[in-house]
């Protein structure tokens, strides 16, 4: 781990900003890691997003190795769990209100 010093840019050196990268919706879906800033919290909510959509596939595809019902819902239960998480993190990437905030006519 980098100490304290160095990861906080220094007061002699400017900090350069970039403009927002445009990527398309597909761009995002296709792309493990779409290019971000660091700085920005969509670099990591990508990442993140990324790895909680390889989870539910993976529990998605445990459940065809064994026949137990208990423990098919477990997995299939914690896939849906993790499905509203990816729609989450997608909604902050793209700006989308949650519909939790929508008005209601």
């Not at 906080?8 to 900003?17: S, T």
């Not at 990437?93 to 006519?105: F, I, K, M």
Request: proline share 10%; charged share 30%; with cysteine.
């Amino acid at each position: 781990m980098l100490p304290a010093s160095a990861r906080e840019p220094r007061p002699d050196r400017a900090v350069e900003r970039h403009p927002e990268p445009q990527l398309s919706r597909d761009d995002m879906e296709t792309s493990a890691n779409p290019i971000y800033p660091e700085h920005d919290p969509r670099h990591h909510t990508a990442k993140i997003r990324k790895v909680l959509e390889d989870l539910v596939a993976e529990l998605h595809e445990n459940t065809t190795h064994f026949d137990e019902p208990k423990a098919q819902m477990l997995f299939e239960t914690s896939a849906a769990v993790l499905q509203g998480l990816c729609h989450a993190f997608d909604d902050y990437e793209t700006h989308a209100e949650p519909v939790a905030l929508r008005s209601r006519p």
